[in-house]
């Protein structure tokens, strides 16, 4: 009997630990969503370029290539179309905490999208 308690309370930590796991991923996810809106709205660092092709490296990664030939890996599974313009953008109030961001923006619209760039690339 006390085997059967101990099977069953074990599964309940597993599961309980892969509960708490989950909340903090979609925690981390929301903050990252939260930054990309932010940095959305935030003024141009810098402007990067023109993107002239697109291409899908595998299912998560594209690479850009920037009209002065420049090329840029993100992680990201959207569809980045030519002719929307680079531009760098960052998040954070001290050096320590920036945050650097790739936002693409069409002229014809107000959308921007922005993709957090690991490291420091600027």
Do not use: H
């Amino acid at each position: 009997m006390n085997i059967e308690r101990m099977g069953i309370g074990s599964f309940v930590s597993f599961m309980l630990c892969i509960l708490i796991a989950l909340v903090f991923m979609q925690a981390e996810d929301a903050a990252q969503r939260r930054l990309a809106r932010e940095a959305a709205t935030l003024p141009d660092v810098r402007v990067i370029g023109k993107i002239t092709e697109s291409e899908p490296v595998n299912d998560n990664t594209v690479r850009l290539r920037l009209d002065d030939g420049t090329t840029l890996t993100l992680e990201t599974r959207d569809v980045i179309p030519a002719g929307v313009t680079a531009v760098l953008r960052r998040t954070g109030e001290t050096s320590r905490d920036q945050k650097d961001w790739l936002c693409l923006k069409a002229l014809s619209t107000t959308n921007t999208k922005c993709y957090r760039l690991p490291g420091d690339l600027f």
